[in-house]
């Protein structure tokens, strides 16, 4: 079992930047992939990012390229997720999650083994 805690949300301009953070609680974080995942008001959940146990693999959707970065420290069971030149089609709930899977958390959403409650972040124009 692992339990998740996003942190990090806010409001801040377009063009501006955020770190979000989750905090896992639980044995072997680095075990899991891990993934970032948003959902706007209206629109279903989308896949953000997502990060192999160890961190050598990363992955995003192609609108965020670029401008965010996953990371993770597995010392300190945190997932970590710098979003730079924002804009207001970002704003969003903003989610992480959890699998042992990593081909779970990229593509099969649905059937994600842990999830945070979200952190809010809207982008001003």
């Known amino acids: 079992q692992v339990q998740l805690v996003e942190s990090g949300g806010g409001l801040v301009q377009a063009g501006g930047s955020l770190r979000l953070s989750c905090a896992a609680f639980?044995?072997?974080?680095?075990?899991?992939?891990m993934g970032w995942f948003r959902q706007a008001p209206g629109k279903e959940r989308e896949f953000v990012a997502a990060?192999?146990?160890?961190?050598?693999?990363?992955y995003y959707v192609d609108s965020v390229k670029g401008r965010f970065t996953i990371s993770r420290d597995n010392a300190k069971n945190t997932l970590y997720l710098q979003m730079n030149s924002l804009k207001p089609e970002d704003t969003a709930v903003y989610y992480c999650?959890?699998?042992?899977?990593?081909?779970?958390?990229?593509?099969?959403?649905?059937?994600?083994?842990?999830w945070g409650q979200g952190t809010q972040v809207t982008v001003s124009s």
């Open positions: 999650a959890a699998d042992r899977s990593e081909v779970v958390v990229r593509t099969k959403t649905d059937v994600l083994g842990f």
């Open positions: 639980g044995r072997s974080f680095d075990s899991y992939a």
């Open positions: 990060i192999s146990w160890s961190g050598g693999r990363t």
